[in-house]
């Protein structure tokens, strides 16, 4: 079968590999790859920057952002043959932490998870790949053309879920919620704001074009323009760009006992000027709380399959701006300014080698 | 009645009134000082840069920590004359906004609050002063030498009570905190922390004296050096500094999933160099949260009692490190390097003029 697959640490090494099919053991579903979604950590890894092949191999599967099919499913597993299902992305050590023993691995305290396709593992971007049963949740098959996005949509349902936990430490409700970022991450986070009702504001820097109209058709207020200007207080703020300014100038749009979730991860190794006094005086006068979320567990990808099952298909579909055949697997590494998500096609690839 | 009042806006300008003694009214308890503390904010608005007098008036009656003796009280107030009583700072507005409008003015919206000794109310540094009876907490007489302790750790048990609130985000338990800075802030942050049973840790500079052995008859680690440099990582740090670098390298200290508490308010208006690429890839990569915490309200003052009454008296007693008396009042508010708390005795100044 074919798979993607990159030497860790060395840039430009992805190749189109061919590798013997999985065998599911007695305790695994095997699965064919549908759609696999390209995001900026498989950017990072093709760089070179991130990634770690499994112990005792020289390469890496990519692929994280997964929609499979089931081929095979073990007895008793709640899957059969024909059903749509996404993988999860992280594993506990086998030595699990305290937060992973109780599946919270997402909310991993020594760093010893596993992640497929990123961390010590194969991903899923290979025609056949396995997962055991508890690591898959099942998709309907009317998100068929967008359940990719059900991972990046846990990721946002996970951050979500701690803004509400945090908020409870204050009685009063949030109204209104400001996005930083109109990538993916920033459109399905607009997305879950609407769906709980609030007022929603999006920031980005495009004009005009695709991603100020998908902003808007959610009914969400669309800004651009310069993110230090704009006059604008939000009881959460969602950052979604990881980039070090909007960083900070996000802290400075948040209201009395606000919330900034960051979302982003940025790369360090650059000093900017901040004025740190006044950043700590404005969270501690106003009560304010800056948190990071990262990865997500069963639960949050529950809750993201059954966002996307309430959300408007038709918008859903937009948010996959470009679908790459497998055999031009490059094209889906570069970027282009329109670009939401792009997907990796593999079920209609197979005929193109 | 003497009084310490101030021109706000004007550095130097304090000075000791003689005012009439205010009378209560039917609504009202009238109480006599005991002993007022002074903190950082009392010396901001000795220096001009802070504070603002009643409306209508040109200067303010200085004090916000307080411990007062009832002298008469309204009928059903629960409170008789000789009762030890500590005044609540912070008062809603008249037409309160929704947190104030449920007793949180702790977490007030809007920003017009008002405080006492603070802003746009008189404060407590006069021999004579009315409350409404519910903007009091009664204080055991066991406490009379303590008791002016009541207001900085309501601002403590509510940091703490947020830092619970916060952590319950995640269902791993915290285990080892640090605190930075050996103020009072921080030695009171260190005791309810220790009540709590947890490891904790305390950071200064001072390589040894009083506030080392206090942090250590808590049975807590005293650490000074180069923050930098300390190999320690705790599921909660509270930093009690405001200093802009403590406030970055807090964050460095932090385990996965913990929570930095900051609440030292430092003044604003000087750049430093940051990596906030860094910042944010660790703060989001680990699920840390850094939140800033601020005043206090009624439960707080409650727990802050019951905190004090259950601390090792003697040991209270050594934070109050100096007690001037009222007619030597410019001694309490130039600094000592061992000074942890300084008191302005007011019970035993009168005879002094």
């Known amino acids: 079968m074919h798979a993607l697959t990159v030497l860790p640490g060395r840039a430009d090494s992805a190749q189109l590999d061919l590798l013997p099919e999985p065998t599911a053991d007695g305790a695994r579903v095997l699965l064919r790859a549908l759609d696999i979604g390209v995001c900026g950590t498989d950017r990072e890894i093709l760089a070179g920057k991130y990634g770690t092949a499994p112990p005792g191999q020289k390469r890496l599967i990519l692929g994280h952002e997964s929609l499979g099919e089931v081929l095979r499913a073990p007895e008793g597993a709640r899957f059969a043959a024909g059903d749509l299902a996404v993988a999860f992305v992280r594993r506990p050590d086998p030595v699990p932490c305290p937060a992973c023993a109780r599946g919270e691995w997402d909310m991993c305290k020594n760093g010893r998870y596993t992640e497929r396709g990123i961390k010590e593992r194969h991903g899923y971007a290979a025609e056949q790949y396995t997962v055991r049963p508890e690591f898959l949740v099942p998709v309907p098959a009317a998100l068929r053309n967008v359940g990719v996005l059900v991972e990046p949509t846990s990721v946002v349902a996970k951050a979500w879920e701690q803004i509400e936990r945090i908020g409870a430490r204050a009685t009063t409700a949030a109204q209104r919620v400001m996005v930083t970022g109109c990538g993916p991450i920033g459109l399905l986070a607009a997305l879950l704001g609407r769906q709980r009702g609030l007022d929603v504001h999006v920031f980005d820097r495009h004009r005009d074009g695709l991603k100020p109209e998908l902003a808007r058709a959610l009914g969400a207020t669309y800004h651009c323009g310069d993110l230090d200007q704009l006059d604008l207080q939000a009881d959460i ?24 979730c960051l979302t982003g991860v940025s790369s360090g190794g650059r000093r900017i000027g901040v004025d740190v006094g006044r950043f700590n005086r404005e969270l501690v006068l106003e009560n304010g709380v800056v948190f990071g979320s990262v990865n997500a567990n069963r639960r949050h990808y529950i809750a993201a399959v059954d966002a996307l099952a309430r959300a408007d298909r038709a918008w859903l579909e937009r948010l996959i701006t470009r679908r790459v055949p497998l055999a031009r697997w490059r094209e889906a590494f570069t970027q282009h300014p329109e670009d939401v998500k792009t997907v990796l096609d593999f079920a209609n690839s197979a005929h193109a080698y």
Not at 245 to 258: M, Q, S, T
């Open 237 to 260: 703020v969602l950052e979604c760009t990881g980039a070090p300014g909007v960083v900070i100038d996000a802290v400075r749009h948040l209201a009395p006992d606000g919330i900034v």
